[in-house]
């Protein structure tokens, strides 16, 4: 790749999903780029960059855009955030809610991992809050990954992080060589593509948003507009819950930690949404 | 430091495995078999016990279902590690007294995720 070619890859994946791609990583642009590179019939990176100057067209632009983005996922990947979903959030949530719905999102869910973890809680507790309904949407800008995500079907290496066997066992089939989640479990969870550096004015209102290890990956401007478009997606006592060492704090005032609870945020109540 | 008794008739996986649970601060021993890994229990129970499946003598359901009826025999907390992946045999193992279960091929993160799910590391 030349430093022009690498410059165009920057400039895209900015522009179009507000990554922020460090330029001198070429290592890692050409270990990502590369499996679309062979998917599309050329014999190298810059190949498909020549290929895209030349043809410029938009699915090829986004395909190369999904495929910088980082889709590492695990079953209940860092535990923590679960465990307060399940121990705290949804029990505070189902006693304010009643019977209304508590709509979850998983934003940057990736291959679906985070949100059918959601998702097997919220059917774990189905039997404690009786009479709480749990929605839980998981969102990502790569087809490709939802496309995986709405099969639930995961290998072998992917069933062994994080998910615990008794929960691999109750919740899925074996088929072949993979595992399919159980049609209970997969239809708990809607999925729509959304690339979270757009407007998000229309996403509606969703009480719990996961979005973790998401906005260290966005470039500083985008990561600002991105909070504070989830944060006018949050009611005033819902709950935002970040990644491991991610913070709202410093980039903006939208947000309140939530005392002693590590990655977790409330809207503050002096951030007001725009118009 | 915590012990773990590593239970496998393949030299190569017990090599390979041992460097991953030392490298968690476990204190490993080996044995071959279930016989074998039952008189290791017998002089001293392991904390841990990573199993396989199928090996000489006894297996790994065979020695479970044995050790746990032995004197102090409900301690440790036993991993099945094994080329099983029968949903059938993994309730097998849960219902025999195993709190985690691992299918080969393994690595490091698989053995460290497990152990972590488990409360183990």
New interface residues.
């Given amino acids: 790749m030349t430093p022009d070619d690498i410059q165009l890859i920057v400039a895209l994946c900015k522009t179009r999903a507000g990554l922020s791609i460090d330029p001198a990583k070429t290592y890692m642009i050409e270990s990502r780029l590369g499996p679309l590179a062979r998917r599309e019939g050329y014999e190298s990176v810059s190949g498909l960059i020549a290929g895209l100057r030349a043809r410029r067209e938009e699915p090829l632009i986004w395909a190369l855009v999904e495929a910088m983005t980082l889709n590492e996922t ?1 079953f209940f990947r860092d ?1 923590t955030p679960f465990n307060l979903f399940r121990d705290e959030i949804l029990p505070t949530l189902s006693r304010m809610r009643g019977p209304e719905p508590i709509r979850v999102w998983s934003a940057g869910c990736a291959t679906g991992q985070e949100a059918y973890s959601l998702a097997m809680i919220a059917e774990a507790g189905k039997d404690i809050e009786a009479h709480a309904r749990v929605e839980i949407y998981g969102s990502d800008i790569s087809e490709r990954c939802l496309e995986k995500a709405q099969s639930g079907l995961y290998n ?2 992917e069933v ?3 998910l ?3 929960m ?2 109750d919740h899925f ?2 088929v072949e060589d993979s595992w399919r989640l159980s049609p209970r479990i997969r239809q708990r969870v809607r999925w729509r593509r959304l690339n979270l550096a757009a407007d998000l004015t229309n996403v509606g209102r969703f009480d719990v948003i996961f979005c973790r290890n998401v906005i260290s990956e966005l470039d500083d401007a985008i990561r600002a507009r991105v909070l504070e478009g989830l944060a006018a997606a949050l009611p005033a006592d819902g709950f935002l819950v970040l990644g491991e060492g991610e913070s709202p704090l410093g980039t903006t005032d939208a947000y309140r930690p939530i005392s002693g609870r590590d990655g977790l945020f409330a809207r503050n109540p002096a951030f007001r949404i725009a118009a | 430091m915590k012990t773990c008794l590593l239970v496998d008739d393949s030299r190569v996986i017990r090599k390979v495995a041992r460097r991953i649970l030392e490298d968690l601060d476990y204190e490993v021993a080996e044995a071959s078999d279930g016989l074998e890994a039952l008189a290791w229990c017998r002089a001293a129970m392991p904390d841990v016990i990573l199993l396989d499946w199928n090996m000489p003598v006894m297996n790994g359901l065979d020695f479970l279902r044995q050790l746990r009826t032995e004197p102090g025999g409900d301690a440790p907390r036993v991993v099945f590690c094994t080329v099983e992946s029968d949903p059938v045999r993994i309730r097998e193992a849960l219902n025999a007294g195993a709190c985690e279960y691992i299918m080969k091929p393994f690595d490091g993160d698989i053995i460290q995720a497990k152990f972590a799910e488990a409360g183990l590391a």
Wanted: aromatic share 8%.
């Fill in positions: 695990c535990r072998q290496f062994q992080r994080g615990p066997i008794r691999l066992i089939e074996k």
